[in-house]
């Protein structure tokens, strides 16, 4: 199995500020690594110590080609990290996570951070649809959210970046968009909610533990969530029919991770253990990610650490983006 994965270096320059990496999943045999951050428009100056603008975002597969979110764009490259072309929009401003729209791998579903607003674009960067949380009736009644004032016309790409909208009143930090089938998620960690955008309106998770959330994806059969508690530094598991939290798992508890918090304490700005990125194998087995910089396979049935890669020994190298792909 080949893993892909990305990483935010904290506190870095920009232009050091992040990597990609490609691994042979059973040597951890590293094949091959890049740098990343964001180009045209550059960043040249980020005072945020936490990440922001630096390093890699989600990442999507498919058979032939590698999706990897920047800061305001998103990298097309071959599965031998060659980069091939890039997508934009000028509504794309602090990407997190990206995802393809259900079956339709040219549709491309973006979950601008900066702006609050989950958007729909093709390969070329086409804006097809946009949702704007802020906006919606229900999430301002329930929330008391107001819309945001942008000019959706005009380039937003950085024009956001020193603006510190997370503290701003009404921002909800829609930090994902995640499909299945005909059904499209969004997740606002800021009110801890869950939110399906197609093919009807309705928050369907809310709960004190999304807050903070990271990387949800849906299972196989579509019944359940599993996201990353972040801060919580665990797994959570919702059923979507019942909007219940069915299940965590606790990194702390395996042996291996315990010992790397103790070993890697938390820094200013980072936390050790910090959870993000996660990819379903199968119907047994995930991958994580955490920081300092490393991958865990759990086995979610019997909750056991399968296997353990640790990439770098600085809290400050937190992934972010994982995806696999067989040999």
Not at 48 to 71: A, C, D, H, M
Not at 86 to 99: A, G, R, Y
Not at 190 to 197: A, E, H, R, S
Request: hydrophobic share 40%.
């Amino acid at each position: 199995m080949l893993v892909y994965f990305d990483i935010v270096k904290r506190r870095r320059p920009i232009r050091e500020g992040g990597e990609l990496v490609k691994t042979d999943w059973s040597t951890k045999e590293i094949l091959k690594r890049i740098p990343i951050y964001p180009t045209d428009p550059d960043v040249e100056y980020d005072p945020n110590p936490r990440g922001n603008s630096r390093g890699g975002k989600g990442i999507i597969i498919n058979q032939k080609e590698l999706f990897v979110g920047t800061y305001h764009a998103i990298l097309v490259l071959d599965l031998h990290l060659n980069l091939k072309r890039k997508i934009t929009n000028h509504l794309f401003s602090n990407i997190h996570e990206i995802c393809f729209a259900g079956d339709n791998e040219e549709r491309i579903w973006v979950s601008s951070t900066a702006i609050d607003c989950a958007l729909l674009v093709d390969q070329a960067g086409n804006c097809l649809k946009s949702w704007w949380p802020r906006e919606e009736a229900l999430l301002q009644e329930k929330y008391g959210l107001f819309p945001m004032d942008i000019d959706k016309t005009a380039d937003n790409r950085i024009k956001y970046l020193h603006a510190e909208l997370e503290k701003k009143e009404s921002h909800t930090h829609l930090n994902s968009v995640t499909a299945s089938g005909k059904h499209t998620y969004a997740l606002m960690k800021k009110q801890g909610i869950v939110v399906q955008i197609e093919p009807a309106i309705k928050i369907v998770l809310e709960d004190e533990w999304i807050r903070g959330a990271h990387s949800p994806v849906v299972s196989g059969d579509g019944e359940q969530m599993i996201m990353c508690g972040s801060a919580s530094k665990h797994i959570l598991f919702y059923q979507l029919r019942t909007g219940k939290l069915i299940k965590k798992i606790n990194f702390l508890d395996f042996v291996e991770i315990a010992e790397l918090h103790r070993k890697y304490p938390d820094q200013p700005y980072n936390k050790s253990i910090f959870v993000r990125g996660l990819e379903i194998i199968d119907a047994n087995r995930i991958l994580v990610g955490v920081a300092p910089a490393s991958i865990l396979e759990i086995d979610i049935n019997r909750n056991r650490l399968s296997d353990f890669y640790q990439y770098s020994s600085d809290v400050g190298d937190a992934v972010h983006g994982i995806v696999h792909m067989s040999k």
